[in-house]
């Protein structure tokens, strides 16, 4: 059996925009995904996070469902455009209530509250007057932090920045596949750099003695597909841009070298202010890892268009391994080769999974046989059987602790995700949750997946 420590936290992870909904409710502002999400061909089937898992009205049920799983924390995203409508000035008491209710919940159910200052629902207001390509949004990140933790402070000690700003930074402003939608390749180095920034500023804003804050980034393992050097060379670009880009600064104070150069023609270094890499990499109580899958990558004859900022000769390639629903393949090595690396070459710093998980085309059976969710009322039982869920998070569970054995200082898992959720442009096809939301009807069901999970929590391990 793998077992881990009694103090492994175990949670499970959602994000404000992709289930709360009631987004012109008790005055929230409008976010970049709601003006995304309204421009026609942006979002698979037209969906948008309008009402999304309603977990607005509806978090009180979803919480005790947590503590009967016996989740030990919740990772969640504070919306800013609840907290400050405008991305400035001053806070809309309603939408911190709102996050008050919320925490006050948790805490009631022995559930430790992991708040994410910011899972790329950004005003749209700050959008318009430039978005993450202008240094004044990291500006206005710290200011609404500040605030944030003014409020919440006294009842959440474990904070994190950004979720994943490479999304924020590549897929919002280079290939356009995020909010805003922009495809500005330049734009996206920038913005990059003012994430990170941002993230230095907020984390100096909210440190005190009580808090711990870190920053949770989408790291993969990247392999390339041979030893040419074509390839090796598409493999240095791709771990440069996805992972050194933000790890290097952050937990060495210092941009990588060949990452600068091969960027320096696309916008140059004259957006990295004095003082800037000192804030990005004071040292950070924790960083949150989000792994779903490796990328193997090879050299291009021709031109590619990617989030690879830079590098046009560089294309994905397939490992010939099985795939989720999202057509990632599977590979739960490749999450303790990250893990080592990590470890191997960088600075130690508390490390958590803070997203992990898989999207299938999850079925909901009713007393054995298919059938349509939430078409069932009475006493009649939902199930879902999602054992390929469980065999990734098995396999990935396992590395988790084969990591710890080699001496990782791996601290905690959250699931992504607790329920089924709006997997932004891909709308609400894909679905990742260990409970399954009927959203006709709102109904929860708690996959086997759940179930499986309950028990993991329960024994310390599998
Ligand atoms: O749903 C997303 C989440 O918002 C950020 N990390 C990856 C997940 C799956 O795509």
Same mark, same amino acid.
């Given at each position: ?9 175990? $949670? ?7 289930? @709360? ?5 008790? %005055? ?46 919740? =990772?969640?995203? &504070? ?9 400035? %000035? ?15 919940? &948790? ?56 979720? @994943? ?7 919002? /402003?280079?290939? %356009? ?19 990170? &920034? ?5 984390? @100096? ?13 989408? #790291? ?42 091969? &960027? ?48 046009? #000769? ?23 080769? #990250? ?38 009322? $009475?006493?009649?039982? @939902? ?29 905690? /898992? ?16 894909? =679905? ?6 009927? /959203? ?18 329960? =024994?310390?391990? #599998?």
């Amino acid at each position: 059996m793998s077992t881990f420590d009694p103090g492994f936290l175990w $949670g499970a992870a959602t994000s404000s925009y992709q289930i @709360e909904g009631a987004v012109a409710e008790d %005055g929230r502002g409008p976010s970049i995904w709601d003006t995304f999400a309204a421009t026609p061909g942006a979002v698979r089937g037209g969906d948008t996070g309008a009402v999304a898992a309603d977990h607005y009205h509806r978090f009180p049920e979803d919480i005790a469902l947590m503590s009967q799983l016996g989740l030990r924390a919740y =990772r969640f995203s &504070l919306a800013w455009p609840r907290i400050q409508p405008t991305g400035s %000035g001053p806070v809309n008491q309603r939408g911190l209530d709102f996050y008050r209710r919320l925490t006050d919940t &948790l805490l009631d159910h022995g559930i430790q509250p992991w708040p994410t200052l910011y899972h790329w629902d950004l005003p749209q207001p700050l959008e318009d007057a430039g978005g993450w390509p202008v240094r004044d949004t990291a500006e206005r990140f710290a200011e609404y932090a500040a605030l944030t933790h003014d409020a919440l402070g006294d009842r959440i000690t474990h904070w994190t920045t950004l979720n @994943e700003p490479w999304c924020s930074a590549f897929l919002g /402003y280079a290939t %356009g596949r995020h909010a805003p939608g922009r495809r500005e390749p330049a734009a996206a180095v920038r913005a990059a750099h003012h994430l990170l &920034l941002a993230h230095g500023l907020a984390a @100096e804003a909210i440190r005190d003695d009580d808090s711990h804050v870190g920053i949770t980034l989408n #790291l993969t393992h990247v392999t390339p597909l041979t030893t040419e050097p074509a390839d090796l060379d598409a493999a240095r670009r791709v771990d440069g841009m996805q992972n050194r880009l933000f790890l290097d600064p952050l937990l060495r104070g210092a941009y990588p070298d060949d990452v600068l150069d091969d &960027l320096r023609e696309v916008t140059g270094t004259g957006h990295i202010q004095d003082g800037d890499l000192k804030r990005i990499g004071a040292p950070l109580d924790h960083l949150g890892i989000n792994y779903y899958a490796p990328t193997l990558v090879a050299g291009s004859t021709a031109p590619v268009q990617s989030a690879y900022v830079g590098s046009p #000769l560089v294309r994905v390639a397939d490992g010939g391994r099985p795939k989720t629903a999202m057509g990632w393949e599977i590979d739960d090595k490749g999450l303790l080769a #990250l893990l080592l690396r990590l470890k191997a070459d960088y600075p130690a710093v508390p490390l958590y999974i803070t997203e992990n998980g898989a999207a299938f085309d999850d079925v909901v059976e009713r007393d054995g046989v298919a059938g349509v969710a939430g078409a069932v009322h $009475g006493a009649v039982r @939902e199930v879902v059987h999602d054992a390929d869920r469980i065999a990734y998070l098995d396999g990935h569970l396992r590395s988790c602790a084969r990591a710890i054995g080699q001496g990782v200082p791996l601290k905690g /898992y959250f699931v992504w995700s607790l329920l089924d959720n709006f997997e932004w442009s891909f709308g609400y096809g894909p =679905r990742f949750g260990i409970v399954h939301v009927d /959203y006709a009807t709102q109904r929860r069901t708690a996959k086997d997946s759940a179930h499986w999970y309950a028990e993991v929590i329960r =024994r310390g391990g #599998l």
